[in-house]
């Protein structure tokens, strides 16, 4: 009797080696007998064969493997494999996201020197002041944000526009506008200074030296004085024409000045006249003042 088909007596009925759910026996090729099995034992349905994995078994089908298994000693879920680590730098426990920046820069990287930090200084000493401070305010803004060096450069140029700030209002109270205070008439009424090109014709000075005059002092005609203005011009325009020949045509215009006044003086006197330097007259003065001072 072949042991893979075994039937009851005669009857030919199938017993538990039918195929489940109603399939067909193999039947022998080409009319040989159905394959035995080596071992000679029955193989039931359900049942593994040799090297085949059963049913709670790793790699039997429908069932994950080594999910919460043991195998040989070793549980594998839930723990990293030897060597493996995660990548990037951790910030508070967790890796930032790739494009994503860091509070700052890496630690080694050199920090950069802000721009606009270094020219609020420059300009601050130059005296561009408006600018200065702009940039400054925009220095202290943007280094915090950007990680950026500089803050000391901001903060001294803004100090530097500040001194600019104070000297010019000083400059300001102390010589205003450069015109002195005068009456209703015109004249003179307290001794200040004042630029040579405010002096009018009539007013008195305390003094007059020779050389560059960048200031001088007004006082009242009633004051003893050093000199008084009797005439002012302006030299014709043109290209400098160079130290000699202005100082020569401002003697000669006071001078001619004088005498079609018909003037007397009433003590021994000389004249003397203030001109334009050539700084002064490359930016367009061209004024004379010519005084009348005692001798």
Same mark, same amino acid.
């Given at each position: 009797?072949?042991?893979?088909h075994p039937?009851?007596?005669d009857s030919g009925t199938p017993s538990s080696g039918q195929p489940p759910y109603g399939g067909?026996?193999?039947?022998p090729p080409y009319g040989g007998s159905p394959q035995q099995n080596p071992y000679g034992a029955p193989q039931q349905p359900g049942q593994p064969g040799p090297g085949q994995a059963g049913p709670g078994q790793p790699g039997y089908p429908g069932q994950p493997p080594y999910q919460g298994q043991q195998y040989q000693g070793q549980q594998y879920q839930g723990q990293p494999y030897p060597g493996q680590q995660y990548p990037g730098p951790q910030y508070g426990g967790q890796a930032p996201y790739p494009g994503m920046p860091g509070p700052g820069p890496y630690p080694g990287q050199p920090q950069k020197t802000s721009v606009p930090a270094i020219l609020s200084l420059i300009f601050g000493v130059l005296g561009g002041i408006l600018i200065s401070i702009i940039l400054g305010i925009v220095a202290l803004t943007q280094i915090p944000k950007k990680g950026?060096?500089?803050?000391?450069?901001?903060?001294?140029?803004? /100090? $530097?526009?500040? @001194?600019?700030?104070v000297g010019i209002v000083v400059a300001i109270a102390v010589f205003g506008d450069g015109e002195p205070d005068r009456d209703a008439s015109g004249q003179v009424t307290t001794t200040q200074n004042t630029r040579p090109d405010k002096l009018r014709v009539g007013d008195c000075v305390s003094e007059i030296n020779e050389g560059e005059v960048a200031n001088i002092k007004v006082v009242p005609c009633d004051q003893p004085n050093g000199g008084k203005?009797? /005439? $002012?011009?302006? @030299?014709?325009?043109?290209?400098?024409?160079?130290?000699?020949?202005v100082q020569t045509s401002a003697e000669k215009g006071c001078?001619?000045?004088?005498k079609a006044s018909k003037q007397q003086a009433s003590a021994d006197s000389s004249i003397f006249y203030l001109h334009p330097t050539e700084d002064g007259w490359s930016l367009g003065d061209r004024g004379t003042t010519c005084l009348l001072t005692p001798k």
């Open positions: 009797m072949d042991p893979t039937t009851d007596g067909t026996p193999q039947q950026q060096k500089g803050k000391g450069l901001a903060i001294a140029g803004l /100090a $530097v526009s500040g @001194l600019w700030l203005v009797f /005439a $002012v011009f302006d @030299l014709p325009a043109g290209d400098w024409p160079g130290l000699t020949a001078t001619d000045r004088w």
